[in-house]
């Protein structure tokens, strides 16, 4: 301190300057340094919001394309009834036990328009056309060519009694052949769409 106040009364004035100056120089050095610094903080600070917004973006993108996959995957899994029935084979089968079972049947063949029809008309006909358009119905890649149903049954004259018999029948095949519950259910249903277009009459016979 006495060495300072020597200084002080000896220097002279550009001397006693200096300090001062340099004090100065030191202030605005760090100044400038300090906002250089919190201008990188701003920096960085701005870099991390892009990133976490970029990660963001990214994880919707990616959890939409996920969820749109896991829905593509369920519906692949959900088989068509063809698919679940085995396919064609099992189908044809399956139709060519109903055609041999409703053929013979006594109680539909007291009815002399089926009668004369199932004499008249071959089973592998039927067999061929049945199957075709079960097959189709169920989703399966075969096509249907035979004639409308109102077309092939309205001289027949079916009546509602002839048509529960012939469901009868079916659920016997059905049972037969092993046929589970839920594709028993969707066969029944097609077959069902069919009733309109086919039961002529409610006659008592
Ligand atoms: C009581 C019920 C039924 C009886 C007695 C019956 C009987 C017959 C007979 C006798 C024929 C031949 C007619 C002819 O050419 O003169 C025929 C045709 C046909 N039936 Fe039925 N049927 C019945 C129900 C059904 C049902 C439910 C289906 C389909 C789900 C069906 C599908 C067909 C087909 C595809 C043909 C052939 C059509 C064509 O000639 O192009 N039938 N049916």
């Not at 063809?82 to 036990?97: C, F, H, K, T």
Request: charged share 20%; glycine share 6%; net charge positive.
């Amino acid at each position: 301190m006495k060495r300072f106040r020597a200084f002080a009364a000896t220097a002279s004035k550009g001397q006693r300057r200096a300090p001062m100056l340099a004090a100065t120089a030191l202030h605005l050095y760090f100044g400038a340094m300090r906002q250089t610094l919190a201008s990188r903080r701003r920096s960085i600070m701005f870099k991390r919001n892009t990133l976490w917004m970029v990660l963001a973006a990214i994880a919707l993108v990616t959890g939409g394309v996920c969820t749109a996959f896991a829905q593509g995957e369920s519906s692949q899994k959900q088989q068509s009834l063809y698919e679940r029935l085995g396919g064609l084979a099992p189908i044809s089968v399956v139709v060519s036990d109903f055609i041999d079972a409703l053929m013979p049947d006594a109680f539909l063949n007291a009815n002399p328009a089926i009668d004369a029809a199932r004499k008249r008309v071959p089973a592998p006909y039927l067999k061929y056309h049945v199957t075709a358009m079960v097959c189709q119905a169920a989703g399966g890649p075969c096509q249907y060519h035979g004639r409308g149903m109102k077309a092939s049954h309205a001289h027949l004259n079916i009546t509602e009694r002839e048509w529960e018999r012939m469901v009868t029948i079916f659920k016997e095949v059905l049972a037969k052949h092993r046929v589970p519950a839920k594709e028993t259910q969707e066969l029944l249903d097609i077959v069902r769409s069919t009733k309109a277009d086919i039961v002529a009459s409610q006659g008592g016979r």
